[in-house]
């Protein structure tokens, strides 16, 4: 192939020169070209090596569909590999490299050896997985190097990407004429409209090939439309691709504000994605056409026919000297023309189809080697490109010399958004392709997406599909009609001939998925070996499977797929279209949302103070905690197990703001409370509270905390901080829907009240300091008081098993509390403690714990909390708790305490011998806080019956095993004596 | 992403809602065990229209009975929850 810029023409800046490189080697181009264009312009055919076999790879096609030319472009985080430099438009300084080859593009290790062929072939990796299991790693040293395309970048995208929610009454996907007449017709009623083109011109197809629409030039009258749609306030989105269609009409655009590997202008995000709420929407996509299958059809110099115009007439480059077209329809014969006309040497035009009197054949035929029922056998070249091609006709082979193939293979209509939007498909036997028949959501397909070819007929079913979506919005019927238009060879050009490559064709080395290298003798192979649904011959070839998903191939595949079935086409079926169209960068799906903004960050109230004392943070939800606050030289175990003894012998205080809160309030609050709770508490007594636990429908233990009645009718429920928003959507349920009748309201509180819980035997003093109280509340009594200035609610609960207060107050008034709580404390001599001393004192104490104890597979039996149901059972979860499988205990996973002189590995199993059989498994390890050894809480089968017993505690993952004794949970003053005056 | 009309809020985007249950697994406090079991465990699946439970909880938090079509995703109910206890 000797492909050239030509003296003149095309949409191309020629005054203005544009330096990139390809490979290292410096190149020119002009804006307006693709990277394509502008390799061909500089005689550059050779562009990559291909998956698996490493063949060599030109330029395919003009557009997303293109298979072959697939770039690495870009630097550092920058770099996107497997581009297609079709769809990749010149900018300065754009840095490019081939991909899949090695040591160069030219001379690749790969493809000399021609290992790849004999060891890839269909269902490869299925074979190498079911057959020796050793033999896959012989393999994979070998793969992993050799087959691929491009490789991912490793260092951080450095850019930004951008969301954008839209709506409008009319969304328009694709400018080319159908397009750009439909969004004319519905914005001239007043509709809303959005109009979405992939490339960067408005146009389609009226950019490559010559038409004159109401009088004037096409490229005239797509100006016109512009201005007219610009006028009428339309949002017209160039580079803007379709990527998905999703329910209820909405549509994601991908929007590329910067090419591939471009440097965005400053403060400027590289792409936006769109998701847009459309009433109506228009798909108006177009058609991308096919390649045909003969034997080296991969080979450069081998180009789409209506890509040779577009390169042609857009770029104003030709792809070669002389050429030979082949192909099945009227439409590859304005190739020839446009070849002709740029003044390349046309060698043959082969027509697989027999004799016709089209207006354009007859034309051709007087002026070309036109050969009828002659197809293309194989494209013959080397390392310098083509050089010809042999083709079989009704008088014998021939071989014909050539630098250039352009081929047609008819056109699949896009319906890949159609068909996202649970649409079906049609199959037009004379076209040979899909189009779109039924619609299952506000969509209409017009133009060439829908299977027409005229251009007159494209406008006006463009502008008839618009008008249409907009008054089926009530909008009226657009004034005037449509657009005219002018062709030389006016009407129907793509009724196509059969996709079959002729007989005696090297099956092998025929084409069909150009990017994953699937051969015409994979399908076969997969058919042979019993393959016969669509679905499973693609995942068995790979057929359709790459970043094009098939654009180019799919339908090829399946043609073949059904000649060996013995049926037609449409009863094959079509494989599964799956969003996104062309492949969208993963920072544009994420957006703002990465880095810090991958989540939200919830800091309780008193988070500056903390910070202050720059503790070790433990995220909890999105919630972050103090998980223990070193003093100099300490490290995480050191400061919490002094935290913890601050507790246990003086006074220690916690932040535990993130607790789940609800006020739940009016008449019938103890009868919610009752539904709710499993535990009794209607009768408690106003002033005083109660431990409680709450369980799922399924009778399984959901969260626990406490219940304060603090008026007459109005309750503090307290709940875990994970289980927050889940308590908040359960007492939401119950109220709303199970008990709708009862007088209750129920608020949310969490982030309202902020508290310390102040613990250890100088507690009461403590609290008795701070707020000046005659009477301190006992254990599990309310009170309420002043601490520095801040009116307080005093609620004497204990979580460490110490004589304790939880002390709130309203969260933007906690900050002068907790100062006056910790000045007074430690003068007491004691320290503010993390979560983690808060996690030893409650695992000595034996209280279980949402996620670790209450795992969603226990029960109140399992837990030893059944004691405490109550027994009206009036509560949610209690009809299931009665059902058999809950009525026999053996066998339960139960709560114990496991006792060892060394540290107990939290997580192990419970095995009588390492290695053995797990027969339960710890779940909280804590050192002793006051005395040596360890304690343990774990789950452990029929664990209550097997007190004393010496068991295991494994880790095989860590390597690590403790001996332990199965004792009671309970390690730390059991009869609760401390926390009670 | 589906578009509910919330009764409260109006046209409001799925995110905005959480999913709970299909209408039927609702399970009344007074139910027997058999009736738990039944509700909880041996649910139909059915492919087409069926009632369904949301709440709109990043909106106004109110339960919603909705009719949904679980093949098209088609909505042409969707209803506050009356006395549906």
Redesign the interface.
């Given at each position: 192939m000797t492909s050239a810029r030509l003296p003149a023409g095309g949409l191309i800046n020629r005054t203005r020169t544009i330096s990139f490189t390809f490979d290292g080697q410096r190149y020119e181009g002009h804006p307006g070209d693709s990277l394509a264009s502008a390799l061909l312009a500089n005689g550059v055919g050779l562009v990559g090596r291909s998956f698996k076999y490493h063949r060599p790879r030109g330029v395919l096609a003009a557009g997303v569909e293109e298979p072959s030319a697939l770039v690495g472009v870009g630097v550092g985080g920058r770099f996107e590999p497997n581009t297609r430099a079709t769809d990749l438009f010149l900018y300065e300084g754009l840095i490019a490299q081939s991909q899949n080859r090695w040591p160069s593009l030219a001379f690749d290790v790969g493809a000399v050896l021609g290992l790849f062929s004999r060891f890839i072939p269909a269902g490869f990796y299925y074979k190498a997985f079911l057959g020796k299991p050793g033999l896959w790693k012989v393999y994979e040293h070998f793969i992993r190097h050799a087959a691929g395309l491009g490789k991912p970048p490793v260092a951080a995208d450095p850019d930004s990407f951008d969301h954008r929610a839209a709506f409008c009454d009319v969304l328009v996907v694709g400018a080319g004429s159908a397009g750009l007449a439909a969004a004319l017709a519905a914005s001239a009623t007043g509709a809303r409209v959005i109009l979405a083109e992939q490339d960067t011109r408005l146009g389609g197809g009226l950019l490559r090939d010559p038409a004159e629409i109401d009088g004037a030039p096409a490229a005239d009258w797509i100006e016109g439309a512009k201005a007219t749609l610009a006028a009428r306030g339309v949002r017209v989105l160039t580079r803007t691709t379709a990527v998905g269609y999703w329910d209820h009409d909405l549509v994601t655009l991908s929007e590329k504000l910067t090419e591939p590997g471009q440097v965005p202008a400053p403060g400027e995000p590289a792409q936006r994605l769109w998701r847009v709420r459309a009433q109506r929407v228009v798909l108006a996509t177009g058609a991308i056409e096919r390649p045909l299958p003969f034997a080296d059809n991969d080979r450069p110099g081998v180009m789409l026919a209506q890509a040779v115009r577009t390169y042609v007439a857009r770029y104003g480059v030709t792809p070669g000297h002389r050429a030979v077209i082949a192909a099945g329809n009227d439409d590859a014969y304005r190739t020839a023309f446009a070849l002709a006309e740029a003044g390349c040497e046309i060698a043959a035009v082969l027509d697989s189809r027999p004799p016709s009197d089209s207006p354009i054949v007859r034309a051709a035929a007087e002026r070309f080697d036109v050969r009828f029922q002659a197809q293309a056998a194989r494209a013959i070249g080397g390392a310098g490109g083509l050089t010809g091609v042999e083709a079989r006709t009704e008088a014998g082979a021939l071989t014909l010399t050539c630098d250039l193939l352009a081929v047609s293979g008819g056109f699949s209509p896009v319906a890949h958004l159609h068909m996202q939007a649970g649409g079906t498909l049609s199959w037009d036997e004379a076209t040979g392709a899909f189009t779109p028949d039924q619609a299952r959501q506000n969509q209409s397909t017009t133009g060439s997406a829908s299977g027409l070819d005229d251009l007159a007929e494209i406008l006006a079913e463009g502008w008839a599909a618009g008008g249409a979506a907009a008054h089926g919005l009530g909008k009226p019927l657009p004034k005037g009609g449509p657009p005219q238009a002018a062709e030389a060879f006016p009407g129907s050009s793509n009724s196509v001939a059969a996709l079959a490559p002729p007989p005696g064709t090297d099956l092998k080395h025929t084409f069909v998925d150009f990017q994953n290298d699937v051969t015409l003798a994979d399908v076969d192979l997969a058919w042979q070996e019993g393959y016969r649904s669509v679905e499973h011959l693609k995942r068995y070839t790979t057929l359709g499977m790459a970043t094009d998903q098939g654009k180019t191939s799919n339908i090829i595949g399946l043609a073949r797929l059904a000649s060996h079935e013995g049926r037609p086409v449409p009863e094959v079926g079509l494989t599964t279209f799956r969003p996104p169209y062309t492949p969208v960068t993963l920072g544009a799906l994420a957006g703002h949302a990465t880095g810090f903004h991958s989540a939200p960050l919830r800091r309780p109230a008193l988070y500056d103070l903390h910070a202050a004392r720059d503790p070790i943070w433990q995220p909890v939800g999105y919630w972050m905690r103090p998980r223990a606050y070193p003093l100099a030289g300490e490290n995480l175990h050191a400061a919490s197990i002094r935290e913890a003894r601050a507790v246990r012998e003086t006074v220690g205080w916690i932040d535990v703001s993130t607790l789940g809160k609800f006020e739940i309030a009016g008449p019938d609050a103890a009868a919610l409370l009752e539904r709710v709770c499993a535990t009794t508490v209607g009768k408690l007594a106003v002033g005083r509270g109660r431990y409680t636990f709450m369980l799922r429908e399924d009778g399984l233990v959901m969260d626990d905390g406490t219940v304060w009645r603090i008026g007459p009718d109005r309750y503090l429920l307290t709940s875990s901080t994970g289980g927050a928003d889940r308590m908040a959507h359960h007492l939401a349920y119950v109220r709303q829907v199970l008990a709708p009748q009862l007088k209750v309201a129920i608020a949310n509180v969490q982030e309202h009240w902020a508290g310390i819980a102040v613990a250890g035997p100088r507690a009461k003093a403590l609290v008795a300091e701070l707020t000046g109280l005659a009477e301190i509340p006992r254990h599990m009594s309310v009170a309420r008081g002043v601490i520095a200035g801040t009116p307080v609610l005093i609620l004497a609960a204990s979580y460490s098993g110490e004589r304790a207060f939880e002390i709130y107050a309203a969260s933007q008034e906690i900050a002068p509390v907790w100062t006056a709580i910790d000045a007074a404390g430690q003068a007491l001599g004691g320290h503010p403690y993390g979560i983690e001393a808060l996690e030893f004192l409650r695992i000595e104490k034996g209280h279980v714990v949402v996620g670790g104890e209450i795992d969603g597979r226990s029960t109140p039996q399992d837990l030893g909390l059944h004691r405490m149901l109550n027994p009206a059972r009036p509560f949610v979860g209690a009809p299931a708790l009665q059902r058999p499988a809950f009525q026999s205990q053996a066998g339960r996973l139960q709560l114990i305490g496991l006792e060892s002189e060394g540290s107990i590995p939290e997580g192990s199993m419970l095995v009588r011998h390492a290695p053995g059989e797990p027969e339960g498994h710890v779940t909280a390890a804590s050192p002793r806080v006051l005395a040596q050894g360890s304690v343990a809480l774990a789950l452990l089968r029929d664990g209550r019956d097997r007190m004393g017993e010496t068991l295991i505690a494994w880790s095989p993952t860590r390597g690590v095993s403790a001996k332990v004794r199965v004792v009671e949970p309970v390690f730390y003053d059991p009869e609760g004596a401390r926390y009670r005056d | 992403?589906?578009?509910i009309v919330c009764p409260h809020c109006g046209p409001r985007?799925?995110v905005e809602f959480?999913f709970?249950r299909a209408l039927d697994a609702?399970?009344?406090?007074?139910?027997?065990?058999?009736?738990?079991?039944s509700r909880?465990y041996e649910r139909d699946n059915p492919r087409g229209w069926s009632w369904e439970?949301w709440?709109h909880?990043a909106g106004c938090?109110?339960?919603l009975k909705l009719h949904r079509h679980s093949v098209?995703?088609e909505?042409d109910a969707v209803q506050t929850?009356g006395?549906?206890?």
């Open positions: - | 992403m589906l578009r985007a799925q959480v709970d609702i399970l009344p406090l007074d139910a027997s065990p058999a009736e738990a079991v909880l439970l709440r909880t938090g109110a339960w098209t995703h909505i929850i006395d549906l206890a």
